[in-house]
């Protein structure tokens, strides 16, 4: 679904402040054929003679290229890798010569998708779409989303199979019905009558509006019988404790309220609505505005492995208060933890991003806290490791210096092969009769298959994930796709006192883009209890 608006010359003398709001009815009718659907979003074009300055956050905000300057049937651009990335090489303006454009670049997590747009500063006029509120989107807090990119173009995206695949693909039987209200979305126009800063002043008043349109939630002149009033919505309080070892509040833990399903399963659902929020720091919580319905209570704490599912499904009545008191989250563990590699925070970020090629790097992200949002991080591996594959060894190595963000291909000639890394540890003991578990979190893979082996390279795999994921978040500048965790258990005879070797082997090698990317590893001993 897209929608296309001009803005007038008109509108920009005429209206300080312009504003408009946007609500799509969704219904499906139970006698309809089957259908499956990968994408609702709404997009708006702007003009392309007065907008050129795209603001996404404080720290993500830039003079753009034109849409011109992407087309690579006028000589203006390159072809890259994948057709949404090219580079620039005869820009209109020369600021831009050899950037790399591509509008995964500036994609954000639904949790901070709130405001983005354009600016004008030919007539100091801000256009902005803000969305106050994400119970309409799907996939969950950290689900990542276009915004705005080259046309100038503005999205709002509700279902989308970017950064997870198909399993976002929304399928409907015969016989199924089915309802839902996307939106409201506001559309803000804006504008500065004194010329000094336009870029600051109407991106500040820009995040003002928004805070208020987020305080505003839910409207209360949405004409659709399927949109709830404040009064006919109900609100979920409690306090989430995590159990590892010992019960500790669970700060900073994202928790909310999704379709019933299996653990995770709000990853991927599309169909129903979903009301997130953070705990604080002593692990207090509150969910409210969320529509009548039954829902499972989902969640997952950072510093922890594993996805939370309360054990009862919560029932929202309209007007209802639900103090669901003390809640406790037990993350997978086996055993003592013997060594550990990364953070589980479902993201690659704390491994090693490569510095960009010069000749293709976007400027905004050098010295940026999002390096990995460049263009052809992924190559760099080939030239780390021309001949061999990432070793890294507990307690000499250091993942943020010494394990690669992303597990990939190796390219060689015009072909690309498998990659085997190896994991080097110590036991002082082993016991041969325990079972050991090896806690394996991926943040992302794309058409993957990791093959795990102890101290034999060449022995038939331990563990196999089988064909995995397209998230393509390797291609699209994403630190994470969808989080899969395995625990696998390790037989204590396949183990050695002294030096021992875990290889990983990402089997599937069909181009640069087969991979995955790494959350948190952790080898524990078998239980004591």
């Given amino acids: 679904m897209h929608t296309q608006w001009t803005l007038t010359e008109e509108i920009y003398h005429t209206y300080k402040y312009f504003r408009n709001l946007h609500v799509w009815d969704f219904e499906r009718q139970p ?4 259908v499956e659907m990968g994408l609702i979003r709404v997009a708006f074009k702007l003009n392309p003679d007065r907008f050129h300055y795209m603001v996404v956050a404080d720290n993500r905000q830039r003079e753009m290229p034109t849409d011109d300057d992407r087309n690579i049937h006028s000589g203006h651009a390159m072809p890259l890798a994948y057709k949404e990335a090219v580079q620039l090489t005869h820009p209109h303006n020369q600021m831009f010569k050899n950037q790399v454009d591509d509008k995964y670049q500036y994609t954000c997590e639904v949790k901070d998708n709130k405001v983005h747009g354009w600016i004008s500063t030919k007539s100091n006029v801000g256009f902005w779409l803000i969305s106050p509120s994400s119970e309409y989107r799907s996939g969950g807090p950290v689900k990542q989303e276009l915004t705005s990119h080259v046309g100038p173009t503005t999205l709002t995206t509700f279902i989308s199979e970017h950064y997870v695949g198909t399993d976002m693909e929304t399928r409907y039987k015969t016989g199924e019905a089915w309802k839902k209200v996307l939106g409201p979305v506001f559309i803000y126009l804006n504008s500065d009558s004194t010329g000094n800063n336009p870029q600051y002043s109407l991106w500040e008043d820009a995040k003002r509006q928004t805070e208020q349109e987020v305080e505003a939630w839910p409207y209360d002149f949405v004409a659709s019988s399927d949109f709830p009033t404040r009064q006919e919505r109900g609100t979920i309080t409690g306090r989430l404790f995590v159990n590892d070892r010992f019960v500790t509040p669970a700060g900073s833990a994202y928790i909310g309220l999704a379709p019933p399903g299996q653990a995770g399963s709000w990853q991927t659902n599309t169909k129903g609505y979903q009301f997130w929020t953070q705990t604080n720091e002593t692990g207090y919580f509150t969910i409210d505005n969320i529509r009548p319905g039954t829902y499972n209570l989902y969640g997952w704490v950072p510093g922890f492995i594993g996805d939370f599912t309360y054990q009862n499904l919560v029932n929202v009545a309209a007007g209802s208060e639900i103090s669901l008191d003390r809640v406790v989250f037990q993350p997978p563990r086996n055993g003592p933890t013997l060594w550990e590699i990364g ?10 991003v490569p510095e960009p090629y010069k000749n293709t790097m976007n400027p905004l992200y050098l010295n940026h806290t999002d390096k990995f949002r460049q263009y052809g991080l992924w190559q760099r591996y080939t030239e780390l490791y021309p001949n061999h594959d ?19 291909t190796r390219h060689i000639g015009s072909a690309y092969v498998p990659t085997t890394w190896q994991i080097v540890f110590e036991l002082p003991y082993v016991n041969w009769r325990g079972s050991y578990t090896l806690q394996l979190a991926l943040a992302s893979a794309a058409r993957a298959n990791l093959q795990v082996r102890f101290n034999k390279e060449y022995s038939r795999p331990l563990f196999s994930t089988g064909n995995i994921g397209r998230d393509n978040a390797i291609a699209r500048h994403g630190i994470h796709g969808a989080y899969h965790l395995y625990s696998i258990n390790v037989p204590g005879r396949l183990l050695r006192t002294g030096t021992n070797t875990i290889y990983l082997r990402q089997s599937k090698a069909l181009g640069a883009f087969e991979g995955l990317m790494y959350d948190y590893i952790r080898l524990e001993e078998p239980s004591t209890a």
Wanted: glycine share 4%.
């Fill in 31 to 34: 006698e309809w054929p089957e």
């Fill in 343 to 352: 953070v589980p925070d479902r993201t690659a970020r704390e491994y090693f």
């Fill in 390 to 408: 990432l070793v890294y060894t507990i307690g000499v190595s250091n993942y943020s210096q010494d394990w690669f963000y992303a597990h990939v």
